[in-house]
């Protein structure tokens, strides 16, 4: 047995699954990934798939080691649906709407978090992002403003300390992908999209998109236009549909951006990009370390557990 | 033979192709279809096509039958390509931009008419709607304006009489498309989506759209959150992203819509939604027959041949 983990946190998202064992000290003692994302396995297959990555434990005897999930495995089509705690709310209460599914393997107790959603008018849903929230939370005790996490549905969240006052969703990464494969753009598209010629692409469809991002169904035309009249590249195009579609969700939320900066939460190579673009209107994004606040975020829900 | 045929006219589009039979006094003498459109052809296919369409013809010994062609058949990936026209520019010139594949069968002598494209930092193309936009003002030699044409790539065209000062394109039906088919929105867009509900999510999606046209990748997750939270059925979520995607269009285009009616340019479906959301701006939209023009726009481009 491995005698110094105390709990497992764990991040299930769609496509794939991180776990961590956490020591009484709260330092990570081991770390696991599966590719076994919610959005590949049937409800039964959930509870096989964590003794998997985590069969390598053997808890004290008569006792069960708790598992914290955050993320997707909570969802209506996940392994056992976490209802939806509602917005306005402080994070701090997470855990106490964690739902607990079963795991016949006998050595694993584990709950799931549940997601946060927005009614009135402003319906809006999100899961595992709050525990992210919760996360930058603890770990920057005195900050209270926006912060932006880019990604397939990128949100935009507005914190109180641990409360969370609103946010919204920007379907901005699955847009571009589902552009690129679906639409006409896609002859545009083919090829080398990461040439030399991506950078200038993204900083003129950042520009438009800043300047007009009331005109995006026009302006998304210019990347086929632009490689039928003026010979634009795949790379300059895709960097351009990119840059169109981050400067056109920046500029929505634009007047959310005050002085002090956003904090970005997402892979590293995007932050950066939301980054650059925040830089083009004066604006300051503070990337942080994803990995990071998911995990300071499942300690402090567990940190707050009745 | 058909001894009152003169002429015969053809829309040939990415997915069909039209064809009139003209008579000396300028009146339809037939009219056939084909579901040949240029997306299902190779290069060589074409022909075959054409003479498909027209075999009942017999021209007068020694001649062959003018056959005036508009649309995707002039595109690059079509039978020949037919240069674009720079805009802006005076759409009586149109035929002299005509390019002449060749018909082996001998009884034809097709021309197809050049699209339209705009450079100088603003790149867009047509093709197709040069010749509709010819024909309206053929019809109706005293306009000049906003010419909006509702489809798939959506034009909002400035016309002063024959003459195409600038013009735009949308994406509007075949994002409508892609985010139903591909996005995260299909789960949300499964079953009828004509049901009762879907004029009631018309109106609400249009009013958004209408009122933030800034918002719509942000707006587009409500499709999805309506249905989580709110119970919304398919058929109110198809008519949210439809009123949402023509809201957005029409708002994008504000600027430019004055007090006179704005001619729309489709199918008559379409056109209905676009006059509804033109009216809930207090703006006046005119859908006009979209055959009659097209085949206007044909006659008089061949009337303005040199």
């Known amino acids: ?164 006052e609103h946010f919204s969703t920007a379907m901005t990464g699955e847009m571009f992908e589902v552009l690129r494969t679906n639409s006409v753009l896609r002859h545009s598209l083919t090829g080398d999209l990461d040439g030399p010629a991506r950078a200038e692409g993204f900083a003129a469809g950042a520009a438009d998109g800043l300047e007009h991002p009331e005109r995006l169904l026009g302006m998304l035309f210019r990347v086929r236009a632009g490689s039928l009249l003026s010979g634009r590249q795949p790379d300059w195009c895709a960097g351009y549909l990119s840059g169109l579609l981050i400067g056109t969700e920046v500029a929505s939320n634009r007047h959310l951006i005050g002085d002090a900066p956003v904090p970005l939460v997402g892979s590293p190579a995007l932050c950066r990009l939301y980054q650059d673009v925040l830089g083009m209107i004066g604006a300051d994004g503070a990337p942080q370390d994803a990995t990071e606040i998911v995990l300071a975020g499942l300690k402090a829900a567990r940190s707050f557990a009745a």
């Open 1 to 164: 047995m491995d005698n110094a983990v105390d709990w497992v946190a764990v991040d299930w998202g769609t496509s794939n699954l991180r776990a961590w064992g956490i020591g009484a000290d709260g330092s990570v003692v081991f770390e696991k990934s599966s590719p076994k994302g919610m959005g590949k396995l049937a409800r039964d297959e959930f509870a096989p798939a964590l003794v998997e990555v985590l069969d390598h434990l053997t808890p004290e005897t008569g006792t069960r080691l708790d598992v914290l999930i955050c993320g997707m495995a909570g969802a209506k089509q996940g392994w056992l649906e976490a209802p939806y705690v509602e917005a306005p709310t402080d994070l701090r209460g997470l855990f106490s709407g964690a739902v607990r599914p079963v795991v016949d393997d006998g050595r694993f107790a584990p709950a799931i978090l549940p997601g946060v959603c927005q009614k009135a008018g402003d319906d809006n849903v999100m899961r595992g992002e709050e525990t992210q929230l919760l996360g930058l939370a603890a770990l920057n005790p005195d900050f209270s403003g926006l912060v932006c996490m880019p990604g397939t549905h990128s949100k935009w969240a507005q914190l109180s300390g641990t409360r969370i």
